[in-house]
């Protein structure tokens, strides 16, 4: 049972131009989202979060939109710069009721961006 | 560097063997978390430690067992192991039990191979 979803497996734009990677989940408990990006032979990093009390949370050319009615959210990076080229994971969490650190986390999309 | 410290960083070892990939938390972080990437997956939840004690399991084998020591390191034991338990096995840190606000943070993981 896929609780999170990156039906992306990759995505490729132009250095400059806006990337939109995508992320569906089906548990309506989840509280508590966050972005990681990864980079060959090295661990997942924390990019960007989002609380379900929110619909939008922006650092820099990083921008996070929640849909809860949806159950969708979208990581926006405007402008894309090549260095961007990574594995993007979303990730959820039940934070508030599960008082856990267990996150769920998505396949991943592969962000490609061309010079 | 993460501060989180994964070895070995490959393994390549043969089916019905044993394992163990130890970890050794960020100074400060009490507590450890083991996830399982496997081919064209998303990070899969094994297991928390806080502390030294259990504070969340996901779906993980019996095969598998985890221990947090008290010096704060963990070791993530495979036995018996299967064609399948090839896979990126990740460790990550955070200071309390609960999700922090940028979740936690991910060693470089252990590529285990078995033939």
């Known amino acids: 049972d896929q609780q999170v979803k990156q039906n992306s497996p990759s995505l490729s734009v132009q250095e400059g131009r806006i990337s939109i990677l995508n992320c569906d989940y089906t548990?309506?408990?989840?509280?508590?989202f966050l972005w990681y990006k990864k980079y060959p032979a090295e661990g997942p990093t924390f990019l960007i979060s989002?609380?379900?009390?929110?619909d939008k949370n922006e650092d820099g050319r990083f921008t996070v939109f929640l849909n809860k009615s949806a159950k969708h959210l979208s990581l926006h990076i405007v402008p894309s710069q090549p260095g961007d080229s990574a594995v993007y994971f979303c990730?959820?969490?039940?934070?508030?009721?599960?008082?856990?650190?267990?996150?769920?986390f998505g396949q991943g999309t592969t962000l490609q961006v061309k010079p | 560097d993460s501060g989180v410290t994964q070895t070995p960083k490959h393994l390549i070892t043969a089916t019905g063997q044993r394992v163990t990939l130890r970890c050794s938390p960020r100074?400060?972080?009490?507590?450890v978390y083991w996830y399982q990437q496997s081919l064209d997956q998303g990070l899969q939840f094994l297991i928390q430690?806080?502390?030294?004690?259990?504070?969340a399991k996901g779906n993980i084998l019996e095969r598998f067992s985890a221990q947090q020591f008290p010096d704060l390191h963990s070791e993530l034991n495979l036995s018996s192991l299967e064609l399948g338990d090839s896979a990126l096995y990740f460790c990550?840190?955070?200071?309390?039990?609960?999700?922090?606000?940028?979740?936690?943070?991910f060693g470089s993981g252990t590529r285990l191979t078995v033939v």
């Open positions: 990550a840190s955070s200071v309390g039990w609960g999700l922090a606000n940028y979740g936690y943070t």
């Open positions: 548990n309506s408990m989840f509280d508590y």
């Open positions: 989002i609380s379900s009390i929110k």
């Open positions: 990730a959820a969490s039940s934070r508030l009721s599960g008082n856990t650190g267990k996150l769920i």
């Open positions: 100074s400060g972080d009490l507590s």
């Open positions: 430690y806080y502390n030294g004690e259990e504070r």
